[in-house]
């Protein structure tokens, strides 16, 4: 319609200056203090195995994409992402080469065998953690404490390998609150300290990538079942991966629901898995088990909580 000043383009109609890599690159800003309390707390080895997964990863998606005649998307950081967050779910102590293997896996049979970045049907960096510990249990269940005051753990030197969970669960020794929040504790490297963990959330929360309809009832749904069977609610949302998988995991657009009440179901969901694993499981954490498993309901979740369409009505028999 020439002069109407009217243009006809197809959807969507909307756009917004927001990209990937703007949002991928707040992902890696949110995790920084998460990064350098794991550098704090277990020095280089910590470094160098985010140095190693992440470089792992972006040039395994550079290779692929090379591979198949696609263009180079490295620089969305993406992968660096994929990475990143690997790198933070592994023990500290765990050997490089089997992080750059799990970062391989991450992308390559997480990422691309399902068509690339959006395509993905499971977390990439959860499917990286899950193989590794398939393949090598004992070296992913082998931990290192920080170089801490540990007079709160009677015969301290048989259990430096016990993470908290661990210690709660086979041993009914509870770590003070103060070395769960800072980090004081053994475990992943960037799951120990809440406090960093939270300063990344608020982030990604105040820069509008993420909202709290997930991580408040995947919390919330651990705290209460976690008190309802006599536990300590503070100590399960402090100990382990909780926090972390909570605002970095489960919120991933491409593996969770869009819905808002798809979002509540979802991180209701992840909450009663991680309750049952950590209570009634053989294994003492269950956050990444639990993204998982609702990661593959996803699908069925969005298509029962689409919010019903302006002046739709019920058809009637």
């Keep these: 319609m020439e002069g109407s000043g009217l243009i006809v383009s197809s959807s969507p109609h909307q756009h917004t200056t927001v990209s990937t890599p703007i949002i991928m690159s707040d992902v890696i800003l949110a995790l920084m203090p998460a990064c350098f309390a794991g550098v704090w707390f277990f020095r280089l080895r910590a470094l160098a195995m985010m140095a190693v997964c992440v470089g792992s990863a972006v040039i395994t998606e550079a290779a692929l994409q090379r591979l198949g005649g696609k263009p180079i998307t ?140 997930i991580p408040l009832s995947f919390i919330g749904t651990v705290a209460v079942l976690t008190a309802l069977f006599g536990q300590d609610p503070l100590f399960h949302i402090l100990a382990g991966g909780l926090l972390l998988g909570a605002f ?13 009440k798809g979002q509540i179901i979802y991180g209701v969901g992840c909450g009663i898995l991680v309750a049952l694993i950590r209570l009634y499981g053989g294994y003492p954490e269950g956050t990444c088990y639990a993204i998982l498993i609702m990661n593959a309901a996803t699908a069925l979740i969005e298509r029962y909580s689409i919010p019903r369409k302006f002046g739709e009505v019920k058809r009637v028999a």
């Excluded at 660096?80 to 992308?107: C, E, N, Q, R």
């Excluded at 020794?173 to 960093?196: D, H, R």
């Excluded at 995991?249 to 808002?260: E, F, I, R």
């Design 74 to 213: 490295v620089r969305d950081y993406s992968a660096a992402v994929t990475g990143l967050l690997l790198a933070l779910v592994l023990p500290p102590d765990l050997p490089l080469w089997t992080g750059a293997i799990g970062a391989i896996f991450s992308v390559a049979i997480a990422k691309f065998v399902f068509g690339g970045l959006g395509r993905n049907i499971f977390n990439p960096a959860l499917i990286g953690r899950a193989f590794l510990l398939a393949s090598w249990p004992v070296f992913m269940t082998k931990w290192s404490w920080p170089i801490i005051q540990a007079s709160w753990i009677p015969e301290f030197d048989a259990v430096t390998t016990a993470t908290p969970l661990v210690l709660m669960k086979d041993m009914g020794i509870k770590a003070p609150y103060a070395n769960l929040f800072f980090g004081q504790v053994a475990g992943c490297i960037g799951e120990t300290s809440a406090l960093a963990i939270l300063i990344g959330a608020a982030y990604l929360i105040y820069r509008g990538h993420i909202n709290l309809r």
């Design 248 to 260: 970095f995991m489960a919120t991933d657009y491409v593996t969770s629901p869009v819905t808002p």
